[in-house]
């Protein structure tokens, strides 16, 4: 044991104190337990006598971050709630698309938030898509060391998607998501019936996430999707009766189960990472004019193919996806994806992953497993099937 001038002075944790060599260690061991909800409404969130966004802001000061479409449809309504039923300093509003994703958007809300004297127990409210609830929560985890964020998602993908895991993250140098962190909202608030002013290519992103989950995770919600994905399109996500709900709540639910034992992705490999290895890529080789489920849709699709070659699963699987995608017009290839492309975000795949590459590939549907290696010959013949 090593000895002291003052001997064992009480004022000293000895019980903290372990010896490695020539070197003292005091240890510092902490938890930190992460709770929120995913809150599926039935009553209009921007109603004033919802108390949903109440509940969660308390009486505590207000700051609403709106996506600009979103203020259009939505502003009056947004800022009467915020007004009459919370502490309410102030709003502003941001583009919604991946253009916004950046250090100047976030300078921007801090500017705001400074002007506002925004305190430490303050709410950020996001009210938007997944590109304004990722910086929204990214500056929140920044400001004053991090202060919480309420999410309300007013797009399919925010509500199955984003709004469910804990990651923020902007784009930097030309690379999506590179600059981000894991913080937790304060919770979320889905209102489907924000899902009407949609138009329906963004409704098909964000059917192309759930569908996601079904091949890797749910077969029922893949047959789901199968069955009355016109009818959900064509409604604004209203139509059939039931079902939309019970699409979205199989949905979060196979994301929260994938990601509640690895929130802070210490294991690399993913499930939900289907469909999100060369999509990034795709994306940002369109000049973003892909929209991202559109790019997770091919990739998906491509990742499949992938199998398929390899003898992962049966071609029915491949086919059975792209007629999916052909019915509700989502993108069965992309002259962007070459082979070129491949193998560029296989290796930034990898910088991610810990070395590995843990491309997430179907053996069934409702099933799937990780892939290591893929040779060339297979990346030539899963693009020649997908054509």
């Known amino acids: 044991m090593k000895t002291f001038a003052s001997g064992a002075s009480p004022s000293i944790p000895f ?4 010896v490695v060599g020539d070197c003292t260690l005091l240890e510092v061991a902490a938890r930190r337990p992460i ?6 409404i039935s009553h209009a969130v921007f109603d004033v006598t919802s108390p949903y966004l109440a509940g969660f802001a308390e009486d505590r ?4 971050v709106v996506d600009e479409k979103v203020m259009l449809l939505y502003g009056p309504s947004i800022v009467r709630y915020l007004t009459e039923r919370t502490n309410f300093v102030g709003c502003m509003s941001i583009p919604g698309n991946e253009d916004a994703k950046n250090l100047r958007t976030v300078r921007r809300i801090f500017a705001n938030a400074m002007e506002h004297r925004l305190d430490r ?3 950020l409210v996001a009210i938007g898509g997944g590109v304004v609830m990722d910086v929204v929560g990214l500056t929140a985890s920044l400001y004053r060391r991090g202060i919480d964020y309420l999410r309300v998602p007013t797009t399919l993908i925010g509500i199955v998607d984003v709004a469910v895991g804990i990651k923020t993250a902007i784009n930097f140098l030309d690379k999506k998501n590179v600059l981000g962190a894991f913080h937790a909202p304060l919770g979320a608030i889905a209102d489907r019936r924000l899902l009407k002013t949609l138009d329906r290519r963004h409704l098909a992103c964000g059917l192309a996430e759930i569908i996601k989950m079904g091949i890797v995770r749910d077969p029922i919600l893949f047959e789901l999707a199968e069955r009355h994905a016109e009818s959900l399109l064509s409604s604004g996500f209203s139509e059939p009766a039931d079902v939309p709900d019970e699409i979205i709540l199989r949905a979060q639910a196979s994301m929260i189960d994938e990601l509640e ?3 802070f992705e210490r294991d690399k490999r993913r499930l939900v ?12 080789a369109s000049g973003y004019r892909m929209h991202h489920g559109e790019a997770v849709a091919v990739d998906a699709l491509f990742s499949t193919a992938l199998a398929t070659v390899q003898g992962f699963c049966d071609k029915n699987v491949f086919h059975r996806l792209r007629a999916l995608h052909e019915r509700i017009s989502l993108p069965v290839s992309s ?3 070459t082979g070129a492309l491949a193998w560029r975000a296989f290796e930034e795949a990898r910088k ?3 070395g590995n590459l843990n491309l997430v590939v179907p053996t069934r549907i409702g099933n799937a497993t990780f892939v290591q290696k893929v040779t060339s010959d297979e990346l030539a013949a899963a693009l020649t099937l997908m054509r």
Request: hydrophobic share 35%; glycine share 2%; net charge negative.
């Open 15 to 18: 019980d903290r104190l372990r």
């Open 35 to 40: 709770t929120y909800s995913v809150a599926n």
């Open 61 to 64: 000061q207000t700051f609403a």
């Open 121 to 123: 127990s303050a709410v």
């Open 261 to 263: 034992p690895n929130l």
């Open 273 to 284: 990472d289907f469909g999100h290895t060369v999509s990034p890529s795709l994306e940002a």
């Open 335 to 337: 002259e962007k994806l």
């Open 352 to 354: 991610h992953r810990d």
